[in-house]
């Protein structure tokens, strides 16, 4: 049903570009002065009005008739620290960019919302469009104190990535609503992802198989899938898979339940080998308690069918590696459409 909603020209939601140059652009300018700055933390609630976005209904109206924004709200913070992921520094990367799009749902609930259109608009667009968005949303991002202008270049590189992944999330939320759909359920997104006193090493890599059920749900793979077009339009297919999402990709395709969690008990030997039983059962009893009592019916299968730690893996392995192998082909898709020979002629 989704496909039907969410119509994609080579990975790309183009109703969403326009806003998405907007958004970088002003996120761009407000992370050059922090650089510049002597300042270790800035924070900004910029507002992006309808006259800011005037040319989108003026220039691109059949864009603007299929996702009609008028105002966008950005709660923005940048700071300087150090790197502390040390898979990020082993890859180089001393910076970090997130993005947050805010559900639509009521206007007081301090969401983004849908309102009637504003008679600011012209008299033609109204003819089309009685309601428009109200977008809310945060972006954040870290640099370290030392960092250099070539770091900031590929920092705003990677900002603008979070800025085309965060507007398909707006998009969806919004084609949905508009067709009637169901709302996204986030319950796989965020069940376990609480540490009920499992020891850190432990819960870590508990985490990381976590974070590949939360990096295969459907709507972040329409997001990652925007994102990656866009990186692929800047490097090559080396330099991508050396990124973070070209390794959590391999990781997918090559993700084997049996040896991830001979990996958790491993891990749990070299803490206290006595606890294995205890920290197992309460990994799933958690696992199972966060996603019953914050899931929406129906519930998953996949999740309810398994019996342990061990099983659940297992029920996740052929969805994880399916995704991986997905979000390789369109990889390779950009790669090949953005490809070119010595003489700079697409090949």
Do not use: C
């Not at 939320?173 to 009920?196: C, H, I, Q, V």
């Not at 432990?202 to 939360?214: A, D, E, N």
């Amino acid at each position: 049903m989704v496909k039907n909603l969410i119509t994609e020209k080579l990975g790309v939601a183009e109703p969403t570009l326009p806003y998405i140059t907007i958004v970088y652009e002003e996120l761009k300018g407000k992370t050059i002065e922090f650089y510049n700055s002597n300042l270790t933390k800035y924070e900004e609630k910029i507002v992006i009005n309808l006259k800011d976005m005037s040319f989108i209904y003026k220039e691109y109206f059949s864009l603007f008739v299929q996702f009609p924004v008028e105002k966008i709200f950005i709660n923005y913070t940048a700071v300087r620290k150090p790197q502390k992921n040390k898979e990020l520094v082993n890859l180089g990367v001393t910076y970090s960019t997130m993005g947050a799009a805010y559900e639509i749902g009521r206007r007081e609930d301090n969401v983004s919302y849908i309102k009637k259109s504003s008679s600011k608009l012209p008299k033609y667009v109204l003819e089309d469009i009685q309601k428009s968005l109200v977008l809310k949303s945060n972006f954040d991002v870290e640099m370290s104190p030392t960092s250099s202008e070539e770091e900031l270049k590929v920092l705003l590189n990677d900002l603008e990535d979070t800025v085309y992944h965060e507007f398909t999330h707006f998009y969806e939320y919004y084609k949905r609503l508009e067709s009637g759909s169901k709302a996204l359920d986030f319950t796989l997104t965020y069940a376990g992802s609480k540490n009920y006193n499992v020891p850190k090493p432990i819960f870590k890599l508990w985490s990381k198989f976590l974070y590949l059920i939360y990096f295969s749900e459907p709507y972040e793979v329409r997001a990652i899938t925007q994102e990656i077009s866009n990186k692929l339009k800047r490097m090559s297919l080396s330099e991508f898979r050396n990124t973070p999402y070209g390794i959590i990709i391999e990781k997918m395709i090559n993700f084997n339940a049996e040896e991830e969690y001979n990996k958790l008990l491993e891990e749990i030997s070299n803490y206290n080998p006595n606890l294995e039983t205890s920290i197992l059962t309460r990994l799933y009893n958690w696992y199972m308690k966060d996603y019953v009592s914050s899931g929406n019916p129906p519930l998953e299968k996949i999740v309810m069918k398994a019996k342990d730690i061990k099983s659940l893996m297992k029920k996740f392995e052929q969805r994880i590696n399916k995704v991986g192998r997905d979000l390789n082909r369109k990889v390779l898709t950009f790669s090949s459409m953005n490809s070119k020979d010595q003489f700079g002629i697409p090949l």
